[in-house]
Nanobody, 120 residues
Framework: VQLQASGGGLVQTGGSLRLSCAASGSIFSINAIDWYRQARGKQRELVAAITSGGSTNYADSVKGRFTISRDNAKNTAYLQMNSLKPEDTAVYYC???????????????WGQGTQVTVSS
């Protein structure tokens, strides 16, 4: 199983970006999908999460600006980021809890990260 994150880039303050996280390989089911970010010199932090049922959770710093969603048919999750601020600059990682087969345990997978840079 692989997670491929994409959609990062350079944007001005107030701009928008949409990140994608596509899961591929042998997948029976995907439970929660999360987006984390790690700014230079800081610890990785949870940005947003979505369960298999569609319940969402956000860090206080992004509430009202970011929206996480998922397309179960495509095994893909998205992070729509609006009203971006310089403090949103970080490498963004997707993470998912995935069952590969019916009787398999749930395992944790990480994407490779995508850089988001917000200029002031």
């Amino acid at each position: 199983v692989q997670l491929q994150a994409s959609g990062g880039g350079l944007v001005q303050t107030g701009g928008s970006l949409r990140l994608s996280c596509a899961a591929s390989g042998s997948i029976f089911s995907i439970n929660a999908i999360d987006w984390y970010r790690q700014a230079r010199g800081k610890q990785r932090e949870l940005v947003a999460a979505i369960t298999s049922g569609g319940s969402t959770n956000y860090a206080d710093s992004v509430k009202g600006r970011f929206t996480i969603s998922r397309d179960n048919a495509k095994n893909t999750a998205y992070l729509q980021m609006n009203s971006l601020k310089p403090e949103d600059t970080a490498v963004y990682y997707c993470h998912a809890l995935i069952k590969r087969l019916t009787m398999s345990p749930v395992n944790s997978y990480w994407g490779q990260g995508t850089q988001v840079t917000v200029s002031s």
